[in-house]
Structures are given as C-alpha cells and as structure tokens.
C-alpha cells in the first residue's frame, strides 16, 4: 500500500522558518516527480513546488519563489520542503504528492493527509 506521510508543520510567527517532510512507503518514487500542494481555508488547491526525479527540474508558485525551496533524499524516499520568511498567507494545510511520471508537468496520483501550518502576524 502507497502512503505518503508529512510532518513538520505547525505554529510559527510571521518571518519565522519551518521544514516539512514526507516519507514515502509502499513503493519508490525515486523515478517519479514529486510535489508540495497547499489548499488554504475558502480557497482552491494549489501547487506550491515540485521537483522532478533528479532534483535537477523545479517548479515554484511565484508567491514563495526565494523563501521556499523543495529538495529530495531518494535513498531516504524522503520530500522536503524548507519554508522561510513565512507569512500569514502562508497558512494552509500542505499536501505531499507523487506522480507517475518523472518529469514535473504532468498529473500527481499520490497524496499524503497534509500536515496544517499556521502562520501567526
């Protein structure tokens, strides 16, 4: 059984910095593209980051280019996400994902239980 499991979220002041992770099991996406969505109260899903299989192809929402950065441990079959500068817009529960594909322009057909970030002003 696939499972994607984030942690890391929680409570933090604006300005302040926080690191999601996500471990997978039940299969390796070590070939596959993985992403970070975040779905906020009201509002509609949205991407925040991905990174293709090799790290080497990233994608970033503009409102979080130069204070997010996704990155990925595949020995680990681990996704991270570091956020810093936070603001409270950030706030949302954010998703992990991954896709059947190894490059990051396509579909994600797995998904974690998200994890909540709240960012305090």
């Known amino acids: 059984q696939v499972q994607l499991v984030e942690s890391g979220g929680g409570l933090v002041q604006a300005g302040g910095s926080l690191r999601l992770s996500c471990a997978a099991s039940?299969?390796?996406?070590?070939?596959?593209?993985m992403a970070w969505f975040r779905q906020a109260p009201g509002k509609e899903r949205e991407r925040v980051a991905a990174?293709?299989?090799?790290?080497?192809?990233?994608y970033y929402t503009d409102s979080v280019k130069g204070r997010f950065t996704i990155s990925r441990d595949n020995a680990k079959h681990t996704l991270y996400l570091q956020m810093n500068g936070l603001k409270p817009e950030d706030t949302a529960v954010y998703y992990c994902?991954?896709?059947?594909?190894?490059?990051?322009?396509?579909?994600?057909?797995?998904w974690g239980q998200g994890t909540q970030v709240t960012v305090s002003s």
């Open positions: 994902a991954a896709s059947d594909y190894a490059g990051i322009d396509y579909g994600f057909s797995y």
């Open positions: 990174v293709s299989w090799t790290g080497s192809d990233t």
């Open positions: 039940g299969r390796t996406f070590s070939n596959n593209a």
